[in-house]
Nanobody, 121 residues
Framework: QVQLVESGGGLVQAGGSLRLSCVASGSIFSMNSMAWYRQAPGKPRELVAVIVSGGTTNYGDFVRGRFTISRDSAKNTAYLQMNSLKSEDTAVYYC???????????????WGPGTQVTVSS
């Protein structure tokens, strides 16, 4: 079984920074991509950032250079550095990863339980 666990969320003032971490553990043969999503109350879940195995990254339009996704493949860990935080960034942030548990099992997408980020104005 595969588990994703996020950490690093919390309360921060507008303009501040947070660094989120996501660690994948369990039966991992290969991990194709890792991503961060977020969901604010009453809103749909949206993509924040994604990084694929070759290092290519993509961001939601609202990021506008404020966030950076990175990955330590040796540690099966992804990070999201968030700077210049705004009140509208308040949401639960979820880690998502595309993982093959063994060489003969199709790739599956896994989710972490989420970590709350609250930005006070």
């Amino acid at each position: 079984q595969v588990q994703l666990v996020e950490s690093g969320g919390g309360l921060v003032q507008a303009g501040g920074s947070l660094r989120l971490s996501c660690v994948a553990s369990g039966s991992i043969f290969s991990m194709n991509s890792m991503a961060w999503y977020r969901q604010a109350p009453g809103k749909p879940r949206e993509l924040v950032a994604v990084i694929v195995s070759g290092g290519t990254t993509n961001y939601g339009d609202f990021v506008r250079g404020r966030f950076t996704i990175s990955r330590d493949s040796a540690k099966n860990t992804a990070y999201l550095q968030m700077n210049s935080l705004k009140s509208e960034d308040t949401a639960v942030y979820y880690c998502n990863a595309a993982i093959m548990s063994t060489s003969d099992v199709p790739r599956r997408f896994y989710w972490g339980p989420g970590t709350q980020v609250t930005v006070s104005s």
